[in-house]
């Protein structure tokens, strides 16, 4: 998947601007457990937007994170935790309570919320659906997976080797 390059990213106020360069690592809907209760979390703040699917999942476009530059307001950013030994934390722009990405720590990827591009690629797998909310139907418009399948770990392990790379 392609994406343009320079994608920008803004928070709802437009005070907080991301700038993705290349392509995008994929596009994703999750559905598990922890992207659903952080994406509670993130609605329950005043004035925030829904994060949520009408699905239950929580979309994504997955970007490395040697490709992702905070080009305005980097003081506004504030990380939220679901436990405090997480190894994920969720971003959110205080200015105005918008998700922003989601970092895996240990990984060299972000997952940014889709819904902050303008022209956000769409959805590429649905993936954790063993997850979703009670009897969700889940839309069909990509390949949704009970668990993650091995094409979304290729696409992770193929932008490791190229950040290694320096490609």
């Known amino acids: 998947m392609t994406a343009k390059a320079g994608a920008h990213a803004s928070c709802k106020c437009g005070s907080v601007e ?26 329950a703040l005043q004035n925030a937007l829904r994060v949520r699917e009408p699905d239950g999942g929580t979309a994504y476009v997955l970007y490395r994170k040697d490709r992702v530059t905070c080009v305005r307001g980097d003081h506004l950013l504030q990380g939220l935790r679901l436990r405090e030994t997480s190894p994920t934390k969720r971003v959110i722009a205080s200015c105005c309570n918008s998700p922003m990405f989601l970092d895996f720590e240990k990984g060299h990827w972000l997952s940014m919320y889709r819904a902050r591009f303008a022209n956000a690629p769409p959805p590429q797998m649905r993936v954790q ?11 069909d418009d ?26």
Request: aromatic share 12%.
């Open 129 to 139: 659906t063993r997850f979703k909310p009670g009897d969700t139907v889940i839309p």
């Open 18 to 43: 991301f700038e993705a360069a290349g392509p995008a690592i994929t596009s994703v809907v999750c559905y598990c457990d922890d992207c659903q209760e952080g994406s509670r979390r993130i609605e």
């Open 142 to 167: 990509a390949p949704a997976y009970a668990s993650f399948p091995f094409s979304f770990m290729a696409k992770l392990l193929l932008a490791r080797i190229a950040m290694l790379l320096r490609r």
